[in-house]
């Protein structure tokens, strides 16, 4: 069955409850979502910018209505940069050349389709889920590759490397409500440490994350190509 298209049309619950069954379903969505948002921002940075006309606007419409799951809507208003919200009041103001709106969508898109900052935000490793149900045992590459989960767990348990390590950075998808690891294995590796630490309420164990879109064939700013489409465990 094509990941696009309910069954049938679809009360609001039912659509959510079909989007549920199949997280594939809302990576379609949100590939789309992309794609639209990037031929926007070109249209609107080009030579010819909102005079493009009805063109530009239909686009603009099109991105409105690619997030059909309220939870993948709600995902965009939390990631902070307002693009859903500034896509209806350009839509509302169109005619409005001068109106701030235009130039804060111009920003937020720029913003929304960049890379991550390279300074990690703070996460509570409690908080911390996984992309995939499943994780070798050793890590295949990068700092810690042929390292297994248990060998990191102890050099985090002892100090000998600290979850700020930039080593020890995860690069998340936001899906849902939550932040998802794309790093199976570090991850792994930290809720293990986080664990067991003697819990404190004033000093939570931490991990530290970059978050992305979840879309397919991501690409990371080291040049790295991240399937990120596979399981999107609860």
Same mark, same amino acid.
């Given at each position: 069955m094509p990941y696009d298209v /309910? /069954?049938? /049309?679809l009360a609001f619950d039912a659509l959510d409850r079909w989007y549920s069954?199949?997280?594939?379903r809302c990576q379609f969505d949100l590939n789309k979502y992309s794609k639209t948002l990037r031929q926007l921002h070109v249209l609107l940075t080009g030579p010819f910018g909102k005079k493009g006309?009805?063109?530009i606007r239909n686009i603009l419409k099109q991105a409105k209505s690619c997030l059909r799951c309220s939870k993948c809507r709600q995902d965009e208003f939390v990631r902070g940069s307002c693009v859903l919200s500034l896509l209806d009041e350009?839509? *509302?103001r169109w005619e409005d050349?001068?109106? *701030? #709106?235009?130039?804060?969508l111009e920003r937020a898109l720029c913003s929304h389709l960049s890379p991550p900052p390279e300074e990690p935000d703070e &996460? &509570?490793? #409690?908080r911390l889920r996984f992309l995939q149900?499943?994780?070798s045992k050793k890590s295949s590459q990068g700092a810690h590759a042929g390292h297994t989960i248990d060998r990191l767990v102890h050099e985090l348990q002892s100090g000998a490397i600290s979850t700020k390590d930039p080593s020890m950075v995860l690069n998340v998808v936001f899906f849902h409500g939550e932040h998802r690891s794309l790093n199976n294995r570090t991850a792994v590796s930290l809720v293990r440490y986080g664990e067991g630490v003697q819990p404190s309420i004033d000093h939570p164990p931490v991990c530290f994350v970059r978050t992305w879109p979840l879309v397919r064939q991501l690409r990371l700013d080291d040049g790295s190509c991240q399937e990120a489409r596979k399981d999107c465990y609860p």
């Open positions: /309910p /069954p049938t /049309p069954q199949d997280p594939r006309g009805d063109h350009v839509d *509302a050349l001068c109106h *701030a #709106s235009h130039f804060a &996460l &509570l490793i #409690s149900g499943y994780h």
